[in-house]
């Protein structure tokens, strides 16, 4: 089937509820959407990095979480990823010279930001103004991948 690419960019977006399956509807979401848009080639990486943010958002905070997944021109997509918390954790807010580090082999997690940070052409991050009566209203994630998304094949 050949899907033909529309003139515009175009957008999804989803809401979240502070639930451990979250993370699962938010890739079904990034899947359905690329497959309907005819960009089956990027979506092991896209629909693994978004995992990576959307798991975060649920481990690191108490409220909801948005995502926003956009088809930009020239074949790139962003996803973008808001929670409540304000801390912009490095790779996405230094200037570009924050690594995330190795984690050890036999950790079960902190691998998720290393993963945005070797597969996706470029990432960042910032914290959102002020709330309501003067909290922070969180921040947004966000990495964008080329036209040619693909994760290399891992060795056992």
Known sequence: MVTVA?????????????????????RMTVRAALDGHGRQDAVDVVELL???????AYLH????????LTGLSGGRLRVGVWDSDPYVPAPFGGAGDDSVPLAPLDSGSGRGLR??????????????????LGR?????????????????????
Do not use: C, I, M
């Open 61 to 68: 905070t108490e409220g909801p979480a948005s995502l926003r």
């Open 6 to 26: 529309p003139p515009h960019p175009w957008t999804y977006a989803l809401r979240l509820p502070h639930d451990p399956r979250a993370v699962r509807v938010a």
């Open 136 to 156: 922070g209203a969180g921040k947004l994630l966000w990495f964008e991948v080329g036209g040619r998304a693909t994760l290399p094949l891992l060795l056992k």
């Open 50 to 56: 978004t995992s990576e943010l959307v798991t975060n």
């Open 115 to 132: 993963l945005v940070q070797e597969y996706a052409d470029s990432w960042g991050g910032w914290a959102l103004g002020d709330g309501a």
